[in-house]
């Protein structure tokens, strides 16, 4: 029985700093000095989580910000800097099992939470995203809210807890790293303390595209009266389903579409990209099959909105034949200057359909 006791603390310091065992140091001993934080982005989180205690360096002065944190490790840390009160683990118990129903207690996590792995498994962004969330928001907290991967991520970039990688990519099912679940900590902390975080906007637009189809509301502080994807039976020879509706900033090369959009698309000989807003929507068409030989449809101008200039790319599917069963995926482009845009929206001078035969579908008005 004296075995498993020792092999119990030893476990217990191992979570305590993220490190092994043998390597721990305390934060109540002399200050560490973190040698391979030098210029690395989540230096002055790592200083701060330090210094608070509930995370530590290696014994040979080093924090390794890029190993990965596993789900165990990431609860253990957050019910530690949060201040939640954890008993000692009973003999014979995992050490980390008393912190896990310490945040099940407090409505941070839940038990059906992970579908698969362990507690030993690194734990994804996806799931750091959902910790984050309810740990610095009550209304999550209760039994009777459930909150589904898309809202998490949606709720943890409008919170500015979850930022995104290049380009604003919120990469869900990546591993979280040292320095970034000590980055989210501290975030956790800084909202719970009334902070306003800072909020990257291309990981909030992704967010919101994932979750309703649409960034609209993002670029314009306005909701559309429909949600993405929604499929219209154009007749019975073909229907069309709009995956999605993404806004463009043609100002902004971080955004996710940039580089895509200034590469395969265009206009006249005389448009410019500058000081534009595109609307990309991706659209499927689904082709029975049944129409006569050399039948085809010639997609029309889909979309209605005054002052717009309607753009061609280089892989962009402008018709098709109706006579072969298939499924296409291809997407319609439309160009709008930003200012008078805004300035329509803002003052409810605008309108915005989809124009398809025998129908009109009200976007925003």
């Not at 009550?138 to 979850?162: C, H, P, W, Y």
């Not at 502080?221 to 154009?234: A, Q």
């Not at 019975?236 to 698309?265: E, G, H, L, Q, W």
Request: with cysteine.
């Amino acid at each position: 029985m004296k075995k498993i006791a020792v092999l119990t603390t030893a476990l217990s310091m191992l979570m305590t700093t993220g490190c092994s065992a043998a390597e721990a140091i305390s934060s109540a001993a002399a200050p560490v000095v973190l040698k391979d934080m030098e210029g690395h982005w989540s230096k002055e989180s790592v200083n701060r989580g330090v210094q608070k205690g509930y995370v530590d360096g290696y014994e040979d002065g080093t924090f390794r910000p890029e190993n990965n944190v596993s789900r165990s490790e990431f609860i253990k840390m957050t019910m530690t800097a949060l201040g939640i009160s954890v008993p000692k683990a009973a003999e014979g118990e995992e050490w980390y099992i008393p912190y896990i129903n310490a945040a099940v207690n407090a409505g941070i996590h839940r038990w059906d939470d992970f579908t698969t792995g362990g507690w030993n498994t690194p734990i994804s962004r996806l799931e750091m995203a959902r910790i984050s969330v309810r740990a610095s928001d009550s209304t999550f907290q209760r039994k009777e809210v459930n909150i589904d991967d898309k809202a998490v991520m949606l709720n943890a970039t409008k919170a500015g807890l979850v930022q995104g990688l290049a380009n604003g990519d919120l990469a869900p099912q990546n591993a979280t790293t040292r320095g970034q679940s000590v980055t989210i900590i501290e975030r956790i902390l800084g909202v719970k303390e009334g902070e306003k975080l800072e909020v990257d906007m291309n990981a909030l637009a992704n967010a919101e595209i994932q979750a309703t189809g649409t960034n609209f509301n993002t670029v314009f502080g306005k909701k559309l009266l429909i949600y993405f994807p929604f499929t219209v039976p154009v007749s019975s020879a073909y229907s069309v389903t709009f995956k999605d509706f993404t806004v463009v900033d043609m100002d902004n090369p971080n955004d996710p579409n940039y580089s895509y959009i200034r590469n395969n698309a265009y206009g006249s000989r005389a448009f410019s990209f500058d000081g534009k807003y595109v609307f990309l929507i991706r659209t499927h068409y689904s082709v029975a099959g049944t129409s006569n030989e050399g039948d085809y449809v010639s997609l029309p101008q889909t979309i209605h909105l005054v002052g717009f200039t309607r753009l061609s790319a280089k892989d962009k599917v402008d018709a098709f034949v109706l006579y072969k069963k298939q499924e296409i995926d291809s997407y319609l482009l439309y160009a709008y200057d930003k200012k008078e845009i805004e300035e329509s929206i803002n003052k409810g001078l605008i309108n915005i359909f989809l124009d398809l035969p025998g129908t009109s579908i009200t976007l925003y008005n």
